[in-house]
């Protein structure tokens, strides 16, 4: 199973952009997905998520920042609006409860899923 996430990019401030992950592989279930993030000399930090029709946000992109997901494609979209240099970061998407099939057709569970981060840079 992969998470390849991709749309991010230089942008000036106030400027958008939008982040697309698509997970891909022999998946059976899909739980929550979300966004989070990491700068440099910084924890990661929740973004957004979004399960059973609900959606979270970190209250600094409340406003700004939208979490969507279209789950016949199997992804999840994060439009960044109003963009701001403090928002710089590597985002990285996530998915809480994923059930997949392992070659020899063994399902198997797992608690937290990351794929590859991309990295958005807003200058001043």
């Known amino acids: 199973v992969q998470l390849q996430a991709s749309g991010g990019g230089l942008v000036q401030s106030g400027g958008s952009l939008r982040l697309s992950c698509t997970a891909s592989?022999?998946?059976?279930?899909?739980?929550?997905m979300g966004w989070y993030r990491q700068a440099p000399g910084k924890q990661r930090e929740l973004v957004a998520t979004?399960?059973?029709?609900?959606?979270n946000y970190a209250d600094s992109v409340k406003g700004r920042f939208t979490i969507s997901r279209d789950n016949a494609k199997n992804t999840v979209y994060l439009q960044m609006n109003s963009l701001k240099p403090e928002d710089t970061a590597v985002y990285y998407c996530n998915v809480d409860g994923l059930t997949y099939y392992r070659r020899d057709d063994v399902p198997v569970a797992v608690k937290d899923y990351w794929g590859q981060g991309t990295q958005v840079t807003v200058s001043s």
């Open positions: 979004t399960a059973s029709g609900s959606t």
């Open positions: 592989g022999r998946i059976l279930n899909i739980g929550g």
